[in-house]
């Protein structure tokens, strides 16, 4: 099994960099030869022994196990998802595989439920396909190993494109591969996204450099790696966050360029900088066909949401008016749905209410009749008026509404 295992990470790493040399640049093996030691020394209890590093004691605190082995004490019960979710989904989209069939229905869910529809089972993932042939639950550990191999690589090749040294570069690859939300979220599809981030971000600026067929053809090829790897919100965030890189280097290109222009001894011509107003194509147009490629593992998402019975029950709500940009923010902000941690998680409970809260506040600049208000409300109403808009998340709304306690409006609240 371990032999199994350390060929389903060493196989796909060395891959991968060998078709990054071919097509893109010549990393050096010696740096990928680090990586890959750095990620095994990383999984060493999970790659080099019997030992899984997801609860699987937690499965058997729900019935029917829980009838047969009686109370069970998980060690992380936090990161049950890991075996209540993703290994059987990955369970049921191996057998649909072998038979022959497309992964696209759960028969062991309900009466039978959507698994490729359901946005975070990824059976078409390049992680998960690369894998296969590690058996489960190891393969789940195959597969964080080249979240990691992946994050160190691209991160480096980024961070080498912006002129960082060897040494620099391997010391940012290291950061973001090992930070929080690479290691705490390793085993869920949130970090199967998070690790392209860096991919994402060099495949784009490297067509803006390039301009070539290649070069939209890599683009296309993390878009839709990306879209198939399980966690659409992180694909939002990063299309967020990638959209901003791009125009900042489209806006350098365009004062290169006329700073070149104003001068009177011609300075040597910057190929990254040359014809600045055409650099956006290329990244456009991979991103296009990425989304082509990928429409497979989207579209059936999006159609799963149109139907879903929470997209209906948010439709039958009253609707507030517009939305200030502020509150749609906290739609899409990776803290706006709370913090387990901070004991706010039920801040999708209340959207509905703070939308309202919020569309009156940025109309009016302030909520008036705050003491008409319900003490929960008025605190609430108190906090946003004090801290502004929900830029910060569920955290800045924690620390605006502690704030708010003071103020005189809701000193009686037991009152």
């Known amino acids: 099994m371990i032999a199994i295992l350390l060929l389903g990470i060493i196989v796909p790493a060395a891959l991968l960099v060998a078709a990054v040399r071919r097509w893109i640049v010549p990393v050096p093996w010696r740096t990928a030869l680090l990586f890959l030691i750095l990620t095994l020394g990383f999984l060493h209890g999970a790659v080099f022994t019997t030992k899984l590093p997801v609860p699987v004691d937690e499965a058997a605190r729900g019935y029917p196990w829980h009838g047969v082995v009686g109370d069970v004490d998980a060690r992380n019960p936090l990161t049950n998802d890991t075996v209540k979710l993703f290994l059987p989904w990955m369970q049921v989209a191996r057998e649909e595989l072998v038979h022959g069939r497309a992964p696209l229905w759960n028969r ?233 941690l901070r004991h706010n998680w039920s801040w999708m409970g209340q959207l509905h209410e703070r939308r309202h809260l919020v569309r009156r506040s940025a109309a009016a600049g302030a909520l008036p009749r705050r003491r008409d208000l319900p003490p929960d409300r008025r605190t609430r109403a108190i906090a946003h008026r004090h801290g502004g808009g929900l830029f910060s998340g569920s955290d800045g709304l924690e620390r605006r509404r502690t704030r708010a306690q003071r103020h005189p409006a809701v000193r009686h609240r037991g009152e």
Not at 160 to 177: M, N
Request: glycine letters at 8%; hydrophobic letters at 55%.
């Open 108 to 340: 062991y869910s309900f009466a039978g439920y959507p698994l490729l529809a359901n946005g975070e089972s990824a059976p078409f993932s390049p992680l998960f396909l690369a894998t296969l042939f590690v058996p489960l639950p190891k393969q789940i550990v195959a597969m964080a190993a080249l979240k990691i191999f992946a994050a160190l690589l691209f991160t480096w090749l980024f961070l080498k494109r912006e002129q960082a040294s060897d040494a620099a570069a391997t010391f940012g690859a290291v950061v973001f591969a090992f930070s929080t939300v690479m290691t705490v979220f390793l085993y869920y599809s949130t970090a199967s996204v998070v690790a392209f981030l860096p991919a994402a971000a060099f495949v784009l600026l490297h067509a803006m450099d390039k301009q070539t067929k290649a070069s939209i053809v890599l683009v296309a090829i993390i878009i839709a790696t990306l879209l198939a790897n399980g966690h659409p919100e992180s694909v939002l965030h990063i299309g967020i966050g990638c959209g901003g890189i791009l125009v900042v280097e489209w806006l350098r290109g365009l004062g290169v360029a006329r700073s070149r222009g104003n001068n009177e001894v011609k300075a040597p011509r910057d190929p990254a900088t040359a014809r600045p107003h055409n650099r956006l194509i290329a990244p456009l147009i991979g991103v296009a066909l990425g989304l082509a490629l990928g429409a497979p593992t989207w579209v059936p998402v999006l159609e799963q949401v149109r139907i879903s019975e929470r997209f209906a029950t948010l439709r039958a709500m009253p609707h507030p008016g517009p939305l200030p940009l502020t509150a749609a923010w906290g739609f899409i902000s990776p803290n706006g749905f709370g913090n387990p």
